[in-house]
């Protein structure tokens, strides 16, 4: 099956540095990849759609120059939490597209960051 | 109005209880449903893809009602390791193939 994951699975950083989260499909190609957030207690919400070789499309509300977006490769999407606050604190979700099941979405382990 | 509204629960059953989740989404052009179980603090995992003609897997089964607007989840003989969050998600058929989640339905299911 579709092979999803994610590095680190926790991180905890001071308030004001930056923290790299990678995603990566390990068996199948991903053009697309979705970042979520989730708070305690609460459902997943999108931030934004991650597309190999172009700018991603961010979700209303979302800032894009504090979480900086990349899909470097078809297998690769890294999202950056920059000038990380505590309220940035939250389990952030990778999910990618596979190609071959159009509306399938395959979730990796997620990682949880806690910013202090 | 939430684009994917559900029962947030928590449901609590005795094994071998059958119960049933139901949601509801507001935009009637969505073509593809899915239910997602999620465990705490864990990723959430397909459970099933929803069809127009309703589908069964094992103890779950899964309807689609399109004028309603409304997608159900069955569980039969429920499981001690049927507790967890299930997630009712919908494609609203965009182009940018996009999930959109609802609150989710906690289930505890009691020896």
């Known amino acids: 099956g579709a092979v999803v994951s994610q590095h680190p699975s926790w991180v905890i950083c001071k308030s004001g540095t930056s923290v790299k989260i990678e995603c990566r499909s390990l068996?199948?190609?991903?053009?697309?990849m979705f970042w979520y957030r989730q708070f305690p207690k609460q459902s997943l919400m999108l931030m934004a759609t991650?597309?190999?070789?172009?700018?991603?499309?961010?979700e209303q509300g979302v800032e894009k120059d504090k979480f900086l977006i990349n899909h470097a490769s078809l297998t690769l999407s890294t999202l950056t939490v920059t000038s990380a606050h505590p309220e940035d604190s939250s389990f952030y979700i990778c999910?990618?597209?596979?190609?071959?099941?159009?509306?399938?979405?395959?979730f990796g382990p997620g990682t949880r960051l806690t910013v202090t | 109005r939430k684009e994917v509204e559900q029962d947030p629960g928590p449901f609590n059953v005795p094994e071998g209880a059958t119960v049933a989740f139901n949601c509801t989404y507001s935009?009637?052009?969505?073509?593809?449903f899915f239910w997602y179980r999620q465990d705490c603090r864990k990723e959430p995992k397909l459970l099933m893809s929803?069809?127009?003609s309703g589908n069964e897997d094992g103890r779950f089964t899964a309807q689609l009602n399109r004028a309603s607007q409304y997608i159900s989840l069955l569980i039969r003989d429920s499981k001690l390791s049927d507790s967890a969050t299930y997630l009712c998600?919908?494609?609203?058929?965009?182009?940018?193939?996009?999930?959109?989640f609802g609150s989710g339905t906690r289930l505890l299911v009691r020896p």
């Open positions: 929803v069809y127009s």
């Open positions: 998600v919908v494609n609203p058929m965009d182009s940018s193939y996009k999930l959109i």
């Open positions: 999910s990618a597209r596979d190609e071959g099941r159009v509306y399938e979405q395959y």
């Open positions: 935009n009637s052009a969505s073509q593809s």
């Open positions: 991650s597309n190999e070789g172009s700018k991603a499309t961010y």
């Open positions: 068996d199948f190609q991903a053009t697309t």
